[in-house]
């Protein structure tokens, strides 16, 4: 299961990313800050991009930092990018052959990370599910309106199947056993982009910061305010931006899946971004979004969009059973209802 983050760029959708992201910043407007900090920000491709980070390296000046989260974003795409032609991940879905395709270390961990999900859900997440993704239209700059036939749906359903996929680490390289396999990374990418971004910020020496990018989370240390980074989750409607829920993080990602930004209607029926890879279709529950609070972004991402295919019920359970920190909100006729996890009720500081 995989959802995409790109939307169609308008002013409608630009919009929305802009509210999304600046959603982090809300609980944090306003407050006091006793230490030394920087904000950044940036676009990259279709998401945009904001760093906090507390006490700024003396070795840099703020352009030059700019300019090096720049660069690691861009990375990032030329590694993940599915809309991008000369993106590794693009070279390696054109491949017609069955040869291990080397790939940089990142990549094939990350590769890796989802294989390992897809075997702990039994396959609801996978990162084959491309296919579908396209099918559907929801890797399209242009919205999709038309539901495709049952026998398209069947075929892109023949190229999907994270056992088609391999990983090795030594020496970096990823494999299909089919040659028609697509594989689509955009489940993680926002999160696994705010990792890398991260990264490179502690090898800076920078070890207190906040890096949100297309509202998925990375932090570490302390906030301006000398304690935990206060993070807004957003109510799941289509228009404005509405706080859900805050909640405090320190070393720890955050990320957010929910089908209330990437969708098309059609006969009165609502159609997610969220594909099934067992039906080919998006996903029919009520579930409207779900957060997850995690070690690092990237599982945190990752975790969102499984625990979103699951849907209200089997998600909580999946949650429960494997120690996620999860928060659910979903559709009723009388508005929205929510539900978390034992471990995001102790973020909550709720016992």
Known sequence: MT??????????NLNLLKALCLSVWLLLAGCEQRRPAWQLEGM?????????????PATLTKAELQAGLNQRFAQTNQWLA??????????????????????????????????????????????TVGPLIKLWGFNSHESKTAVPEQAAIDAARAQVGYQKLQVRLEPPALRKSQADVLVNLSSVADGFAADQAGHYLETLGVHDYMVEIAGEVRTRGVSPRGDA??????????????????????????????????????GGKRYSHTVNPATGAPVTHNLASVSVVAADATLADAYATLLMALGEQQGKIFADTHGINAYFIWRTDQGF???DTAGFRQLLGKK
Do not use: C
């Open 44 to 56: 990259q491709g279709t998401a945009l991009w904001h760093v906090t980070l507390t006490n700024p």
């Open 229 to 266: 980074w206060r993070i807004a989750i957003e109510k799941p409607v289509d228009e404005g931006r509405v706080i859900q829920q805050g909640v405090s993080l320190q070393n720890a990602g955050l990320a957010t899946s929910g089908d209330y930004r990437n969708f098309f209607v059609e």
């Open 82 to 127: 599915t809309w991008d032609d000369t993106s590794v991940l693009a070279q390696f879905n054109r491949q017609q052959g069955t040869d291990w395709f080397a790939v940089a270390p990142e990549l094939a961990q990350l590769v890796e990370l989802t294989l390992q999900l897809s075997q702990q859900s039994n396959g609801v997440y996978d990162v």
């Open 3 to 12: 959802a995409l983050r790109a939307l169609p760029v308008n002013n409608r």
């Open 337 to 339: 209802e929510t539900a």
